[in-house]
Structures are given as C-alpha cells and as structure tokens.
C-alpha cells in the first residue's frame, strides 16, 4: 500500500473536492467541506507552507468513508 501523501492543507482540500465534496465556507484558515445528502462536514486546516498532520489526514479520510487507497487516487487525479 503506497503512503499517505505529505502535502499542504490545500493540496488535500483539492483531493476530498475530486471525491464528491464541496467548500461550504471558510472560518479563519479552515475550509469546511460538506458532501450533499449528508449530516457530516470536514474541517481541513489551510496554513501557508505547513504540511498537514498524517494522524489528522487518517482522521478525516475515514471520516469521508474512504479508504487510504481510494483517498490516494483521488489525490492523484
């Protein structure tokens, strides 16, 4: 299985919207992001030039109901 990717906060806002979610709106330097039909939102931090952390990342990943693996390709794309 290929590792999580280290990357800034933004990096990782793109991947989460390519899997269907969307920016509901921004509070101080954390995007907020909602899937339609659903009760649960992401909170991703976005700080210039700091990596976000991969216990976070693991966090919300399975809070999207994805896999590392699915998370990765929609990273990729």
């Given at each position: 299985?290929?590792?999580?990717?280290?990357?800034?906060g933004d990096k990782h806002v793109s991947?989460?919207?390519a899997a269907g979610w969307h920016i509901n709106h921004i509070e101080g330097s954390h995007y907020i992001l909602t899937k339609e039909n659903s009760e649960i939102?992401?909170?991703i931090p976005v700080?210039?030039?700091?990596?976000?952390?991969i216990g976070l990342l693991k966090k919300l990943i399975a809070k999207a109901g994805l896999t590392n693996d699915?998370?990765?390709?929609?990273?990729?794309?």
């Open positions: 299985m290929p590792k999580l990717p280290r990357a800034s991947a989460f919207k939102h992401l909170s700080h210039k030039n700091k990596i976000l952390g699915q998370y990765i390709k929609y990273y990729n794309k």
